[in-house]
């Protein structure tokens, strides 16, 4: 990695390296800036903040035939990734780390599902300038273009203005013909959540097994919302932190009688 | 599950079912109500919110030797055995779902990797009241003893206060003996961070391959920290909320120029 005037961006995902997402990042990256993706080496969908302590962790160089781009695979999940990077690949601290485009909605509370985001969480908190993008299209023929717009200022502003410390971006981009996109709404999670329902099969050896599945219920009607902005037609932006304290509970709880 | 007064509660953790910690809090939540048990069958540390989307999940019931504790083994992660839980084995919702006790600490930033405050904050989401306990000694020999005073009187004044609405509770107590524990402190989240390490071998095929080892940080000099409680002999309990939203973020990225 070159130590010249260019920023250094950091790409990762969730989805995988090969998934068209990510493509879709490195290519607005690669006109920003120097760019390292490292990436896990298969899908990682909901694996949240997920490391891996028990098992050995694979990271290869991998040749996409793209000079300016250099691309390591590994089999760790995307939080790995990201320490991976910082640790072992990268020679100096990155200005920016992206994740994304995820194949997928992670507004409201898939946030703390979301592997994509738990990876722009991670570089978060080791002071990094980080932004995950996901597209609300779970296709794999998904189209990324009307995407890069908002990418690429996103990116460019986070590196002109910084991010508030300890604080990354959440980003969610509707799934719109460009021109139907209405613009950016900067806004807070919504109060939602799964209601699961898991589907129970027999296995050929006769054992149940299940498959989870699921249908999100949005409980917020705040036109200040995730949620909001998405349906309507704009980009959502969501500051997010990773000190989880509930700040207003503290003094109820602190009434409790505990030995 | 009868449905009588007894309060139902369910019992999860991150180290598998069999770990000593989590019959430590079967001990304790016995006395007080009745207790479903859903738990993975091997351990689960560092998954985070993770969640099984592409495998199957299997969950069987497990004999335990002990009539009044219904115990569930499951596959999947410990956010998967909260919405088996909810989903296909209670016939009511729990008046409390407790996770742990973890071998190790979750204080501080380790909150966000953590299968066992995962697993509180899943049922946190489903508006169940619940409690992250985790004991700092990571040994299988652990003493769990001196736990389950503070294990017993959260549980009891949760179930007697309440919770407030879209919190949970991250409780770590120190390796300490009984009489040393000065007791509780409720306290925010220190500001810490993990300072990676990756240790680098090669395998017997010539490709190298990584652990993940990394040093804990603290940043943070604060007395009102979860950090300084343990520190200082005390059981941290830390309010910790999923509404991630940065409130306090939201005018600065605002007024970046968007499009």
Redesign the interface.
Known sequence: MKNNKRPLILVTNDDGVSAPGIRALIDVAKKIGDVCVVAPDS?Q??????????N?????KVDLSDPAVQVYSSS?TP??CV??A???ILDRKPDLCISGINHGSNSS?N???SGTM?AA?EAG??GIPAIGFSLLDYSLEANFEPSK??VE??CR?ALA?G??K??V??VNIPNLPAEEIK??K????A?A??K???D??T?PHG??????T?EFVNLDSGEDTDEWALENGYVS??????????????E???E????
């Open positions: 899908p969908s909901g694996m949240g903040h997920a490391i891996t302590v028990n050995t962790i694979y990271c290869d760790g939080v790995d320490k991976l910082m640790n072992k509370i946030v703390i599902y738990s969480v908190t080791q717009r908002y200022q996103l502003q203005n991010i508030p300890n604080v971006l959440n613009g950016t900067v806004c807070r999670q109060n959540q799964w699961e329902s898991f129970k099969r296995n054992r149940d097994y299940y498959w989870l699921g932006v969501v500051p997010v932190q990773f000190d989880l304290t509930a700040y207003t509970a503290l109820q709880i602190a409790w009688e505990l030995p």
